[in-house]
């Protein structure tokens, strides 16, 4: 499966299938090599169009004591540098998704992200590379059933998305100016410290999960930032 051509695919877009709409936690990532990787942190929240996405390691050490990039020694900066979070457009068939990143907080080499889906039973499903030989396990934790809204813009700069579920939200805002390179993402954080303007340009992308509360308070509980 994980030499299938992406060219015998016939990806659709347009409305995206209920199976796949909802907030999403993964239980399992089992890596090609072999390695099982529980303690990640990933939300895949999915509207009828567009997706985020979060992965924050388990292991992050706490940063609540900065207040800009420049406060984070080493440590933290690598800490930041490990984390993954996109936003995009969902490409789909009935046995498999095309996740199409419109912002990326660490763009990764590689083929693009495209796995074949199975629903194991209700609200469990099953993601296999179509590409890479990983296998990861979903959960379900809201369905489309609650009130699903989704928007998207410009400012002349970057792009924003937000999407919500019920009293579930997700963030994604660019960065500015531009994307860094996917094959020296690490190395060039390290290479910025002390440069405040340098840290931001690499880092300054914020994928964020949080809870709309009673009063109608929008509270962030996981960011990249």
């Excluded at 995206?16 to 907030?23: A, F, K, N, T």
């Excluded at 999403?24 to 567009?50: C, F, K, M, N, Y």
């Amino acid at each position: 499966m994980s030499d299938t051509p992406r060219t015998t695919i016939d990806w659709r877009q347009g409305p995206v299938p209920d199976r796949y709409r909802g907030l999403w936690r993964r239980r399992l990532l089992i890596d090609e090599d072999g390695s099982r990787d529980a303690d990640t942190i990933v939300w895949w929240l999915q509207t009828g169009q567009l997706f985020a996405d979060i992965r924050l390691p388990g292991d992050r050490a706490a940063l609540a004591g900065a207040t800009c990039f420049a406060d984070l020694d080493a440590t933290g900066l690598s800490c930041l540098a490990r984390q993954e979070g996109f936003a995009g457009i969902l490409e789909w068939t009935d046995a498999a998704c095309a996740w199409r990143r419109k912002i990326d907080f660490r763009p990764l080499p590689g083929p693009p992200d495209e796995g074949w889906m199975e629903e194991t039973k209700p609200g469990q499903m099953i993601e296999r590379g179509i590409h890479r030989g990983y296998l990861e396990e979903w959960v379900q934790s809201a369905s489309d059933a609650d009130v699903m809204q989704e928007w998207i813009w410009h400012d002349g700069w970057n792009g924003a998305t937000v999407l919500r579920l019920g009293d579930v939200f997700m963030l994604a805002e660019d960065r500015r100016p531009s994307p860094p390179e996917a094959n020296s993402f690490e190395g060039d954080v390290q290479a910025a410290i002390g440069n405040e303007a340098a840290l931001s340009a690499l880092l300054d992308c914020e994928i964020s999960y949080g809870h709309v509360e009673a009063d109608g308070s929008w509270r962030i509980a996981h960011s990249t930032i």
